[in-house]
């Protein structure tokens, strides 16, 4: 089972080494990836339910269309807020290797699959900081600071 999920993984990459700026904008105009999941639908028969036919219908298709671009905007804001956010080097080693796990796992989906791969393992990073960490902010914990020292140094 590992073997062959490398091997995906492997053709993945190699895939996606031949993406030009023209292929990388038309993925994100989201009308490709739009027409293929309405039509990966209805090969599954989903013009049997009143969802189905809703899922496969003109609303839909625009509202599949949003998808590529609010992922591909999650990812470079998570990315963002690795490198601008006044937090430790731990924690943005901790941001980093979970957008990279994230991503990898979901290159196995292909480019929007590692996107979202990615955007997921920053979140479950951030989580368990929030969960195991000091729940403190920076601004907050450099008010607690100043804080002391207006006290003369009393808690």
């Known amino acids: 089972m590992i073997g062959h999920s490398m091997d995906d993984l492997a053709l993945k990459i190699s895939q996606l080494k031949g993406i030009s700026v023209d292929d990388a904008m038309r993925f994100l105009s989201g009308k490709e990836f739009a027409m293929n999941r309405q039509a990966s639908m209805l090969a599954r028969g989903a013009e049997a339910t009143k969802l189905g036919r809703f899922a496969t219908g003109p609303i839909a298709r625009q509202a599949l269309r949003v998808v590529p671009g609010l992922t591909a905007y999650s990812a470079i804001t998570d990315a963002a807020d690795i490198l601008t956010n006044d937090t430790s080097v731990g924690n943005k080693v901790m941001d980093t290797a979970g957008m990279a796990i994230g991503g990898t796992i979901g290159a196995l989906g292909g480019p929007l699959g590692a996107v979202t791969g ?17 729940r403190k902010t920076p601004q907050q914990r450099k008010l607690e600071e100043a804080l002391i020292l207006l006290n003369g140094g009393r808690i």
């Open 118 to 134: 990615a955007t997921v393992g920053k979140a479950a990073s951030d989580g368990l900081q929030y969960l195991f960490g000091d």
